[in-house]
């Protein structure tokens, strides 16, 4: 399968798009004014300690305070996972952040340090050499610790941290990891030497900016050009990879183009059909996707059968497909959490299977980690998928003034009937010679037009006119009614 990285830099923001085939699977935005946290180390000064949660917040000089919980602070044993003998308030903490502050949420914490390369994740105060699962192969997997093993008594570096050998060292050459290794640990004498001088809140180690990290983690073997329309990002990117991805360096390109790079390929079309709830599947059906606080919901649809007979067939290949669509849609707008999916209600158990076993075969190509939970009782299929940044929908959108991120509006007949239910009120408790309406056009229509015999009603119960103003900045739900 092959595979394009395009990188589209502007002052305002660094784009990232993944193309597998010709089709878009991810897209990553990072704005200069906020870019995402992750990964960043800070020494943090703890401000406040919930014994009832069993965790603190730990100003690291964010706008709003971190969260740690007590199982992420080194230590935990020797305290039992009380919070209150692990940290206390006004104390000093170099912590980790995990996932960026998400809507009201603070960023989340650990003081578990760890810093990725190419090839290895280092983590200081481990022991341990394990093994990104996604290498299935056993004899790889062994080849590999031991390749690791023996890189570090060569260079006597056996009880200092351990690693996490990545993904993309599957059938690296040692030598290469090697490097890695010799990296990870001049990098971590600098952050070492930087807790021991600087206050807090100071950030001490900061991620690499998204060009380069997408280089790092997402770079393959099978990925055939990385094309940046930047000619300073595309130097910063090939001393990159000569220093730690040599093997990549020929595939790095500019592109020169006058026309945008995301428009030749498509992908300003994609990122804003990521962005609507309806996703179309060929075969006729469709999907509707649904964020909420607690959970994305995921429902598929299927559009004009094609006779009962047919029905059950029909249904099966309508959910193969969605399988299919979700497992890519899931990538496009980096949602996680919990999702839960709603297929269409298959009788057939084997049909049940194939769509699952779907599902599971598409997400393995997903770089976040996913876990299908199984099958509800009511037929629904749950699943998580690891959350560290915000959804493309949260990064590129807010939500909307008009219907408060409720995703509709009050009618103009309901509005009509507040307003209706507002002059009565007014008439009461004041003394006026008559009412003024202010509000949008659709509203002022439909008062003047179908409502209006219970305009005429209203006046004879009130014994005052009332008139009518088309405000053009007013939304349908706003409106206000002056005394005359």
């Known amino acids: 399968m092959s595979e394009e990285i395009l990188i589209n830099i502007t002052p305002m923001e660094s784009r990232v798009a993944v193309v597998e085939n010709g089709v878009l699977q991810e897209v990553h935005v990072e704005r200069t004014q906020r870019r995402g946290i992750v990964g960043n180390i800070y020494k943090g000064k703890v401000v406040r300690v919930l014994p009832g949660m069993q965790a603190a917040f730990v100003d690291i000089g964010l706008p709003r305070a971190a969260f740690i919980h007590a199982a992420e602070i080194t230590g935990r044993e020797a305290a039992e996972g009380n919070i209150s003998g692990l940290v206390h308030e006004g104390q000093a903490l170099v912590v980790q952040v995990t996932k960026d502050p998400i809507g009201s949420k603070g960023a989340r914490l650990t003081t578990n340090l760890s810093i990725p390369s190419r090839y290895l994740v280092y983590m200081p105060s481990s022991s341990h050499i394990g093994v990104s699962l996604k290498i299935e192969d056993e004899a790889e997997r062994e080849r590999l610790k031991q390749a690791v093993t023996e890189c570090l008594a060569s260079e006597g570096l056996e009880d200092k941290g351990g ?5 993309a060292t599957e059938g690296a050459d040692m030598s290469a990891v090697l490097m890695d290794i010799r990296y990870l640990h001049r990098l971590w004498d600098q952050v070492r030497e930087q807790m021991k001088v600087c206050g807090a809140p100071t950030v001490i180690y900061e991620e690499l900016s998204l060009p380069l990290r997408t280089l790092r983690d997402l770079a393959a073997e099978n990925t055939e050009k990385v094309r940046i329309d930047s000619r300073e990002t595309l130097h910063k990117a090939q001393q990159f990879v000569g220093e730690l ?11 020169p183009g006058e026309r945008p790079i995301f428009d030749l390929y498509g992908i300003e079309d994609e990122i804003q059909r990521a962005l609507e709830r309806r996703v179309p599947l060929k075969s006729g059906g469709h999907l509707v996707i649904d964020p909420t606080e607690a959970m994305t919901t995921v429902d598929v649809n299927t559009g ?8 059950e067939e029909t249904v099966f290949k309508t959910n193969l497909e969605a399988a299919l669509t979700i497992a890519r849609q899931l990538r496009l707008r980096n949602v996680g959490g919990i999702i839960i999916i709603d297929f269409i209600d298959m009788e057939d158990e084997e049909h049940r299977r194939q769509v ?7 997400l393995e190509r997903d770089y976040a980690k996913t876990n299908i939970i199984g099958i509800t009782e009511l037929g ?3 699943m998580t998928r690891k959350r560290t940044r915000e959804s493309l929908a949260q990064v590129l959108c807010e939500p909307c003034s008009t219907c408060q991120g409720r995703g509709e509006m009050r009618t103009a007949e309901t509005i009509c009937y507040e307003i209706f239910r507002e002059i009565i009120r007014e008439a ?14 659709s509203v002022v229509d439909r008062l003047l037009d179908e409502e209006s015999a219970n305009v005429a009603d209203l006046e004879s119960f009130i ?8 405000e053009s900045m007013y939304t349908q739900e706003q409106y206000d009614v002056v005394l005359l």
């Open 380 to 382: 629904l299929v749950q």
């Open 428 to 441: 009461r408790a004041f003394e006026a010679d008559g009412y003024m309406v202010l509000a949008s056009q």
């Open 163 to 167: 690693f996490i050998i990545r993904t």
């Open 245 to 255: 991805m040599p093997e990549i360096a020929d595939r790095i390109e500019h592109y």
């Open 356 to 362: 699952l076993r779907t599902l599971e075969r598409q």
């Open 304 to 311: 004009g059968f094609v006779g009962h007979r047919n029905l």
């Open 463 to 470: 014994g005052h006119p009332i008139r009518f103003q088309v």
